[in-house]
């Protein structure tokens, strides 16, 4: 089993030329992940149905955070909920319709082409 991580370890870890995830013995299935690059998040992996999954739970975490985060997930999936499903309903739930390309398109033509062009230049 792995050792749990503490602060000092993830100050102290250092990327390679490659992507590496670090286990965190505190709480199963929790990773820190160092890209080459430099940056870090946090993954998390489990099993569900007997097929293995990921969910990335997020770069601006600390390791508290990320570990409360992946306590929840493991809550959800004792209840039979897919947490990476969740998320990915959860981010397509929260684009609206303002964000389709047609309503960006109507938005800037009422605002900016129509109020700024000639008729037969915004035409």
Known sequence: MAKALTIK???????????????????GGLYYVIQPSGK??????YRLAG???KLTLGAD??????????REALCKIADGIDP???KKAARAAAMSHEDTV?????KFLTHHAKQKLKASTAK
Do not use: H, I
């Open 9 to 27: 370890a993830l100050e102290n870890l250092k990327p390679t030329s490659r992507r590496r995830e670090v286990p965190d013995g505190g709480v």
């Open 40 to 45: 870090t998040s946090w993954a998390f992996r």
């Open 51 to 53: 097929r293995p999954r």
């Open 61 to 70: 975490l600390d390791l508290k955070q990320a570990r409360d985060k992946a």
């Open 84 to 86: 990476g499903v969740e």
């Open 102 to 106: 047609e309503s960006v398109v109507a």
